[in-house]
């Protein structure tokens, strides 16, 4: 084992990392370039005040087409005793002169009349089309000093501040600059940062896969952060598990890049070499992080050149030029992102000069329980909702290799460390990576799995309506619903008694509380099996076969109610099936599992058996419903959902999946007054 790995508070570790940054002149601007002004400048960041070279307007301009006249000379205008004034276009007017906005102003002129308030005159004094030649101009109302004119400098004056130094370029800071008489701007050097992934497992993006092989894929997500963040960003290609390799590597970029992310190998295990090639090429500051996901980061710093090149007595640290940071990022998706969001935002930021990257915080409430790790600052991703007034936030999939759950993810929430979890109802505080708009035309459902869901998110994108849905079974789902913790929830429980579903039920977990029941989809329940059904499963009674392994679903599920409903009718007893107690929560997992040879069948849908290739034998047929209380069924948030039940477009969607049967799709089961 490693004698490396031990996990310091986060403070702690960023606050000695900055030192030693600090300590190596590289706590500042990294560098100043100039650069034309031209779209490229998008996103850079100043590195200097940017202050006006010109006013802008340089001259007194006529802001509409009209006429310019002395304000004064229209004072006695009325509706009822209009004035006549003399146009002059020779230059040199008594009384007026055409004028098309942006023309400079006369200097005898203070104000402009716009032409649609005057009244052409021709030389006999009839009123004329023409605009441009009129002898003279009849108005039938005064104008004020300064009327439709834009006074030089109005927008900009000469030797104002027009940016600031460390301001992030958008598009009309652009058309500013430009508009206070400058061509090219100062701006801070983009850090360069190499990423290098490490680990024999790994194959390219695009590669046939193999048992045992990992895509690599994580040098993109953290290639596109780090452009994200203002730097350039280089991917090295594969090392395989080899500490003269990964020396090597590390070496030759740390002579063209300001920073060095090594991707993986920052456990404690066998080949794990982060932290050895840290210390042999520099110095290593922290070799584990208490954060979840995370802990095993590594920061450090590594000298320009190797050891046996440099003195045989180095200085605790080298001068700038000849030191760069290095942070060994975990191998785990998750795991990674966070710590490149948590370590190297904030140095690009110093490097670049700009204030870090901050997310709008609001205080969501909780769903359902989470146990943290003693000690750690925890990071749970979540998705969030806002259901009767009250914004909540549900925990996604806490696994760090579980990347859909950085897509999923509507914010972000911080479990202190010493808290060891939150309760169900209490408030946290939540970084939010959605605006408030989205967030408020989101439809909050908990409860079943179901692959039609997906498919109403999609469709329901197109309404401009985001479906968000926590998988916590159909008992869970009715649950929140009482709970008022979302707008809906999937269900399909079998009444052991009559036979009916749901309605018992909801009468049971949501007492008092009005709803209306929309049939969605009939489908198919049966047997997962392996491709061929090697194991030759028939029923239920084929899972008291000691030899077959079954994957079940969680307490609560409608499959599970399902299953036990017909083991009970059967007189089989749930001991005499192996793999009972192992619980999924989707009937995807369920087909993964058996994919996986996890276990050897499990019930679920067909569609899911479908989707990874796996043989399906059916045995039952059974009604998923939407449940949803009357206060929100009237809400024009869910409209839509109503609407596409009824379309054909989404009906046609979900009969292409197999099993599916959508002849009672938007049925009224029930509705309570």
């Given at each position: 084992m490693s004698i490396y790995l031990h996990d310091i508070p986060l403070p702690q570790a960023q606050s000695r990392f900055q030192q030693?940054?600090?300590?190596?002149?590289?706590?500042?601007?990294?560098?100043?370039?100039?650069?034309?002004?031209?779209?490229?400048?998008?996103?850079?960041?100043?590195?200097?005040?940017?202050?006006?070279?010109?006013?802008?307007?340089?001259?007194?301009?006529?802001?509409?087409?009209?006429?310019a006249v002395r304000a004064e000379e229209t004072s006695e205008a009325q509706p009822s005793s209009p004035i006549q004034l003399s146009v002059n276009s020779e230059q040199s007017p008594t009384q007026a002169q055409y004028v098309d906005t942006g023309d400079p102003m006369p200097g005898w002129a203070n104000a402009v009349i716009p032409i649609e308030n005057t009244e052409a005159l021709g030389e006999t004094g009839r009123i004329t089309p023409a605009v441009r030649g009129p002898s003279s101009i009849r108005i039938r109302a005064s104008v004020a000093p300064w009327s439709h004119v834009r006074p030089l400098g109005e927008d900009i004056v000469a030797t104002q501040l027009v940016l600031p130094a460390g301001h992030v370029l958008r598009p009309v800071d652009l058309?500013?600059?430009?508009?206070?008489?400058?061509?090219?701007?100062?701006?801070?050097?983009?850090?360069?940062?190499?990423?290098?992934?490490?680990?024999?497992?790994?194959?390219?993006?695009g590669s046939q896969l193999e048992a045992g092989d990992i895509l690599e894929y994580n040098s993109l997500v953290l290639a596109a952060q780090i452009k994200d963040m203002g730097g350039e960003a280089t991917r090295y290609p594969i090392v395989k598990d080899?500490?003269?390799?990964?020396?090597?590597?590390?070496?030759e970029a740390a002579q063209t890049h300001d920073l060095v992310l090594l991707n993986a190998g920052s456990s404690a295990g066998a080949e794990d070499f982060s932290a050895r090639v840290v210390e042999k090429l520099g110095i290593l500051l922290v070799h584990g992080v208490a954060v979840r996901p995370g802990h095993p980061v590594i920061l450090g710093l590594v000298h320009r050149k190797s050891n046996e090149e440099s003195a045989s007595s180095l200085p605790l640290v080298a001068p700038r030029n000849d030191t760069i940071p290095i942070i060994g990022v975990p191998g785990y998706p998750v795991s990674a992102v966070l710590t490149v969001d948590i370590f190297v935002e904030p140095i690009i930021a110093k490097w670049l000069g700009r204030r870090q990257k901050e997310l709008p915080i609001e205080t969501a409430t909780f769903t359902r329980k989470l146990v943290s790790p003693a000690g750690d600052d925890d990071f749970v991703r979540v998705v969030v909702g806002k259901v009767g007034g009250k914004l909540l936030a549900a925990p996604l999939s806490r696994g760090a290799g579980v990347i859909t759950s950085l897509v999923q993810a509507d914010g972000l929430a911080l479990v202190p460390s010493g808290a060891q979890g939150i309760e169900a109802g209490e408030p946290i505080q939540v970084r939010l990576y959605r605006s408030k708009s989205e967030i408020e035309q989101t439809i909050f459902c908990i409860g079943s799995h179901d692959l039609t869901l997906d498919l109403l998110a999609q469709f329901l994108s197109e309404h401009d309506r985001r479906l968000?849905?926590?998988?916590?079974?159909?008992?869970?789902?009715?649950?929140?619903?009482?709970?008022?913790?979302?707008?809906?929830?999937?269900s399909h429980l079998l009444d052991p008694q009559s036979g009916e579903y749901n309605i018992s039920s909801i009468r049971r977990y949501m007492p008092g509380i009005p709803v209306k029941v929309v049939a969605l989809v009939g489908r198919e329940q049966g047997l997962i099996v392996k491709k061929g059904n090697p194991k030759g499963i028939i029923d239920?009674?084929?899972l008291t076969n000691s030899q077959v392994r079954f994957a079940n679903r969680q307490r609560g599920a409608g499959t599970r109610v399902l299953l036990d409903y017909h083991l009970n009718s059967m007189t089989i007893p749930p001991e005499s099936i192996v793999g009972y107690q192992q619980e999924e929560y989707t009937h995807l997992a369920v087909a993964a599992s058996v994919a996986s040879d996890r276990a050897d069948c499990g019930l679920g849908i067909a569609a899911a058996a479908q989707a990874l290739d796996l043989d399906f034998i059916p045995l039952f047929q059974e009604r998923y419903d939407l449940v949803i209380p009357k206060q929100f069924?009237?809400?024009?948030?869910?409209?839509?959902?109503?609407?596409?039940?009824?379309?054909?477009?989404?009906?046609?969607?979900?009969s292409r999946l197999t099993g599916y049967d959508v002849s009672a799709m938007g049925a009224i089961i029930l509705e309570d007054e």
């Open positions: 030693a940054l600090a300590e190596a002149d590289l706590w500042r601007l990294l560098g100043v370039g100039t650069i034309p002004l031209d779209e490229n400048a998008l996103g850079r960041v100043t590195a200097e005040p940017i202050w006006a070279k010109v006013s802008s307007p340089h001259y007194h301009a006529s802001a509409m087409d009209g006429f058309g500013a600059i430009a508009a206070a008489g400058h061509h090219q701007i100062n701006v801070a050097r983009k850090p360069k940062v190499a990423i290098i992934p490490t680990g024999t497992e790994l194959v390219p993006i080899d500490f003269d390799l990964i020396c090597g590597q590390v070496l968000v849905s926590a998988n916590v079974g159909s008992q869970g789902g009715l649950v929140a619903l009482r709970r008022g913790e979302a707008h809906l929830a999937g239920l009674r084929s069924a009237d809400d024009d948030l869910l409209s839509p959902l109503f609407g596409l039940v009824a379309d054909s477009p989404f009906r046609e969607a979900v």
